[in-house]
Structure formats: structure tokens, C-alpha cells
């Protein structure tokens, strides 16, 4: 008994204890000697880290992710075994040679003044501390290190297949997150991120040909010219062969950067909004300069919609390999028609509402990172363009269907890194986490989503918001029971299937429709009932797990609410007065917001 009593005791004291939401704090400050002609840097660290935790820390751990690019690294191990490797990657990290690896080496670290001893994992850095860091104590970490820039391959290095000279992305030790979870240091696979909150002071001297732009706030722009001076004011002539370009980034969990000499630096201002910078290579077909103005009012609807964005400047680089997203920045390769280009520069710059001002663990919750901002995308993109359509994110359903078809699903639980396939991946973090809003759209309403959307932006901004943070935002928000959906659809591999079964016209001029719920996954309905003469009806079917309805929406007109259809029961009824109306047709959701697989069981009369 005394056991159990202390047992108890333990589970009440540590729940109380993380009842209370807290974050880790980082400040770095960093100077940066770059030499071009060998792509490698040196580079001073001073990282004041504040743990805000309740625990007391004996151990730190940094992410050393330029090692990851070196052959037999476990990015290059999983690239040439995984069953579809990225062909981005695929043996290219096998085949560099010396000259063209990436790697961090830690030179020295203090703690406070005192050494430390450390030990490099692959890509992870554990130190063991030479003093214990208390809750609500603060340490100093002083770092000397040299790095060389890997050869382009993924997201990082120099350059790219485009001919930009860097792309310098997760190119620092940086300090890996501690929550309440514990310690996040995660290996670098290919995945995705998760960085501790902070502020940037860094400083880079590269060869004065450079053009540089990224995360932060330039802080000497009238020395370095390049676009970046005040008009009218001329750049200094600063003797020597490197010029240094100084970054202040406050309250952001990362710092990125790219430079090369032939860099086109051009800006426009958002109304009540940021300065956009646009640096970019030669453009012959013009698509840059055009996106310019019409990303303007892209970025004026996305703080309308979502929350206000929180920054003074954004920042559009072409580099990299594909299109990647970093506070106040993404870097995007050119050499797509302009829609193409317009899309992934809106996908990417949303990320800074969806990652970077709302920082999940993206690489444990990559749907609420890539979904979130993908259906952030379909909204924007269906907005401002020529032919919007009633439902932009309807085509998802059918590549949901494709994945559940091809047998390779793996629930949203899946950590990013250990997913089997890239292809259910890449289906399951956008576009399932994109239909997961969707579905919930679909559930409390269109009114009451969107209110949802924004007090979560607000309520979460700067932090780290979890997926049962969301769902009890919008919990809040409707007055719904919201949990039984969370677990199902991310957690387990149920879907969506409902039927219209029969139609039986029964004695004293009634019809009964009977309905089948052929997926495991319950949902609320939306049924869309016409008679020969054209009457309306909306029947809506709520889940008993909801404890709860929504409220009708634009266009339900002669709307009639039915008894719950509980999860446990494959069947349901409804009997219709048919003594004067004569059945034409019916519909389940007709907005086709629900992702029901095979929504051609959906419709009466039952096709051909």
C-alpha cells in the first residue's frame, strides 16, 4: 500500500509540475570567417542558454549537421536503402570526395569558463557539463570551430545545380531542443527540425563580391551597399578583400543565409505588412520580377487569414533544391514556369506561420508543419487566382484514396525520420495533415474554423504548440468534443467510407434511406435531399462522440438535425415524409469537404 501511495504521489507531483507550459531560451552570437576559394569556415560561438525547465541538466546536446554529408553518414545509409530514395540524394553523398564532404569540428568548449568534455556522435554532439544548469539557471557556452561546406546535395552547401555559390542552411552547431519530453537530439537523416527559441547576432566576413541575404536584420547595410543601403546614401569603401555583414534575428529558433556574387537584390513593401526582399540569378523570363507584385498582395491575404505576420522583413532566395522554409526566409530553386514559382514561394512563406512563428516538432508532428501550411497554400493560391473553386483542397481526397489503395500507410504518429517510404511520407504530412484541417472545417463549421485558426495563431505564436494544444483551441472555439477525430485519424489508419444503401418506400406513403458506414473512421454528415419539384432538405447527422452539432451553414436551407449515429452501429436510418414529395436526388456532402474514399456510393440515384 505504501508503494502504491508513493507511486501515486509521483504521477500527481510530475503532472503538476509540466501542467505549466515553459521553453528553453538561446542567444548566440557568432562570427564567421569565410574562405571562398577552399568553401570553408571558421567560427566563434557564444551561446547563453537559459533552462526554463523544472529539471536540472547534466548534459547538453548540439546538432552538427554538415556531417551528415559525408559518406557511410546515416543520411547516405538510409538514402541508398530506404525502398524510394529521394532522387536529390539517392548515392550522391557515397561518391563525395574529401574536398567536397561537409563537417563541423569542435575546436573547444567551455562552459562558464571552464572546459568541457564532449563526444561527436554522426551528427550530434554530446557534451557533459562541467556544472549542473539548474531550473531557472543560465549558462555560457563559448565554441571555436571549423567547418567545411559540403557539395550541394540536400537542402545545405555550395553550389547548388543552379549556380548559386551557398546555400547555408543548418550550417551551425546548434543547440538541440529540451522540452517537456526531454531531450530532442534527434540524428539528421533528411527530415525535418526542431529548434530552441532565441536571438541571432551574427556576423559574417566573406570576399566583398558577395551579395548575402536570409534570416535577421542587417545592422551595417550602409557599408555593404548591394541594395541593402539606405537610397541615397552610398555604400563605404571599406579596405581589405572581405566586407562583414552583420544579422540581428530577435525571438526565431534557426539562422540561414545564402551568398553568391551574381545575386539580383531587389525589395518591395507590404502594406501595414513587411519589407520582402527578392534576391535571385540572372531572371530571362521575367517570372521574378512578376512575382514580386503579386506575392505583395499573396502576403497581405496571409495575414488577413491566418495572423498577423510578426517580423519586420521577409526574405525570397533562389538556392538549395527545391523550395525549404527558415525564420524570416525560404530558399526556392528557379527554372519553373510562373505558377510553379508563385506556389512554392507562398508554400514556403507560410511555413513562417506554420513552423516558424508556431515552431512544432516538426520532425515529430510533420502534418502539422507541411499539412497545415499546404492547406494554408490551396486557400491563398484558390484566392488570388483567375478561377477559384468552392473547395481548393477537394483533389486531396483522391490522393488519400491513391495511398490507402497502394496499402503503404503508416499513421501521423510516425516519427518523420522512420517512415518506410518517402512516398507515404510525403502523402501523409501533406496532404493528410492538409485534409486533416479539411475534415475539421467539415465538423464545427466554417465560422467557427476559422476563429479557431486565428485564436490558435495568436494563443501559440513564439511557442511550441502541440497537436492536443490545436485541438483544444478549437475545442474551445465550437463547443465540440474534438478528441475522438484527433485520435483516429492520426493515430490509426481508419478511413472514410459512407454509402447510401437502399431507398425502401415503405406503407402509408414513407421512405426510409438507409445509410452504411463502410470505413472505420465516424464522421458527422451533411445530406442534400431533392424532390421532383425541386424542394431542398439538408438532413444532418451528428457523431454522438461530439457531444454536440454544428451550426447550419450558407446555403442549408429547410435544415433538419437527426439523432446522433453512434461509432459502434454500421447502420443508420432516415424516414423521410414522402405522402407529397417524390425523391430526385441524394447527396452526402455535397461541398466535398468530407474525405470519404469512394464518394460515388454517396449519391442517389446510384451510378451506372
Known amino acids: 500500500m505504501i508503494r502504491i501511495i508513493a507511486a501515486l504521489l509521483f504521477i500527481s507531483s510530475a503532472s503538476f509540475a509540466q501542467h505549466g507550459y515553459w521553453q528553453q531560451h538561446a ?47 546515416m543520411m547516405d545509409v538510409r538514402s ?69 561546406v559540403p557539395l550541394q546535395v540536400r537542402r545545405s552547401g555550395r553550389d547548388n545545380a543552379q549556380g548559386v555559390d551557398y546555400s547555408m542552411t543548418q550550417w551551425y552547431p546548434k543547440m538541440a531542443e529540451y522540452d517537456y519530453e526531454g531531450w530532442h537530439s534527434d540524428p539528421y537523416v533528411g527530415r525535418e527540425f526542431y529548434g530552441v527559441w532565441g536571438d541571432f547576432d551574427v556576423k559574417i566576413s566573406i570576399d566583398k563580391k558577395y551579395v548575402l541575404g536570409g534570416t535577421g536584420y542587417l545592422q551595417n547595410s550602409n557599408e555593404i551597399g548591394h541594395g541593402y543601403a539606405t537610397p541615397g546614401v552610398e555604400a563605404k569603401q571599406l579596405l581589405g578583400e572581405k566586407l562583414t555583414w552583420h544579422f540581428v534575428a530577435p525571438q526565431v529558433h534557426d539562422f540561414a543565409w545564402a551568398a553568391d556574387p551574381d545575386y539580383v537584390h531587389h525589395t518591395t513593401q507590404v502594406p501595414d505588412g513587411p519589407t520582402l526582399h ?22 497581405t491575404l496571409m495575414n488577413e487569414t491566418f ?47 506554420y513552423y516558424g512563428v508556431l515552431a512544432t516538432n516538426e520532425s515529430k508532428y510533420p502534418w502539422m508543419d507541411e499539412g497545415f501550411t499546404s492547406y494554408a497554400q490551396d486557400y491563398v ?48 504530412s501533406y496532404v493528410q495533415g492538409s485534409v486533416f484541417l479539411m475534415q475539421l472545417e467539415y465538423i464545427v463549421g466554417k465560422e467557427a474554423f476559422w476563429k479557431g485558426m486565428k485564436r490558435y495563431f495568436n494563443e501559440w505564436k513564439f511557442k511550441h504548440p502541440t497537436p492536443n494544444d490545436f485541438l483544444r483551441v478549437m475545442e474551445k472555439t465550437s463547443g465540440l468534443e474534438l478528441n475522438w477525430f484527433m485520435d483516429l485519424w492520426v493515430g490509426t489508419t481508419q478511413y472514410i467510407d459512407y454509402s447510401i444503401e437502399e431507398i425502401e418506400k415503405e406503407k402509408k406513403g414513407r421512405t426510409v434511406i438507409e445509410l452504411k458506414r463502410v470505413g472505420q473512421l465516424p464522421m458527422p454528415l451533411d445530406i ?58 441524394i447527396t452526402i456532402d455535397p461541398s466535398n469537404r468530407l474525405a470519404d474514399l469512394n464518394n460515388l456510393n454517396g449519391v442517389y440515384p446510384f451510378p451506372k
Open 80 to 148: 541508398r536503402t530506404i525502398r524510394d530514395a529521394d532522387p536529390r540524394v539517392a548515392d550522391r553523398i557515397s561518391k563525395l570526395k574529401p574536398e567536397e564532404i561537409g563537417y563541423h569540428k569542435i575546436n573547444k568548449l567551455t562552459q562558464d569558463g571552464m572546459p568541457l568534455k564532449f563526444h561527436v556522435q554522426g551528427t550530434v554532439l554530446e557534451v557533459d557539463l562541467a556544472k549542473p544548469i539548474l531550473p531557472g539557471a543560465k549558462a555560457e557556452f563559448l565554441m571555436d570551430f571549423n567547418s567545411q
Open 278 to 299: 527578392f534576391l535571385y540569378l540572372t531572371d530571362t523570363t521575367g517570372n521574378w520580377l512578376r512575382l514580386q507584385n503579386e506575392f505583395t498582395g499573396a502576403f
Open 381 to 428: 493560391l484558390n484566392a488570388i487566382g483567375k478561377n477559384p473553386v468552392g473547395n481548393p483542397h477537394a483533389n486531396d481526397i483522391q490522393r488519400l484514396a491513391e495511398l490507402h489503395k497502394n496499402g503503404v500507410e503508416e499513421p501521423l504518429t510516425t516519427h518523420a525520420d522512420h517512415y518506410q517510404t518517402n512516398y507515404c511520407y510525403g502523402i501523409s
Open 307 to 353: 495572423g498577423k505576420y510578426p517580423y519586420k522583413q521577409f526574405s525570397v532566395i533562389q538556392g538549395g533544391d527545391g523550395g525549404m522554409e527558415y525564420p524570416m526566409a525560404t530558399l526556392i530553386t528557379s527554372g519553373r514556369n510562373y505558377g510553379g514559382l508563385l506556389s512554392v514561394t507562398v508554400h514556403e512563406a507560410l511555413h513562417n506561420w
Open 528 to 585: 442534400k435531399v431533392v424532390d421532383k419539384d425541386g424542394n431542398i432538405t439538408w438532413y444532418y447527422i451528428p457523431v454522438g462522440l461530439m457531444r454536440g452539432e454544428k451550426p447550419g451553414e450558407e446555403g442549408q436551407i429547410n435544415r433538419v438535425v437527426l439523432p446522433d449515429w453512434e461509432w459502434t452501429n454500421p447502420t443508420y436510418e432516415i424516414d423521410i415524409d414522402q405522402k407529397k414529395r417524390k425523391i430526385e436526388r
Open 27 to 73: 542567444s548566440y552570437q557568432m562570427e564567421i570567417d569565410m574562405d571562398a576559394t577552399k568553401h570553408q569556415f571558421t567560427g566563434k560561438q557564444k551561446l547563453v542558454y537559459t533552462n526554463n525547465s523544472p529539471d536540472t541538466l547534466t548534459k547538453v546536446f548540439y546538432h552538427l549537421y554538415f556531417n551528415a554529408f559525408q559518406p557511410g553518414s
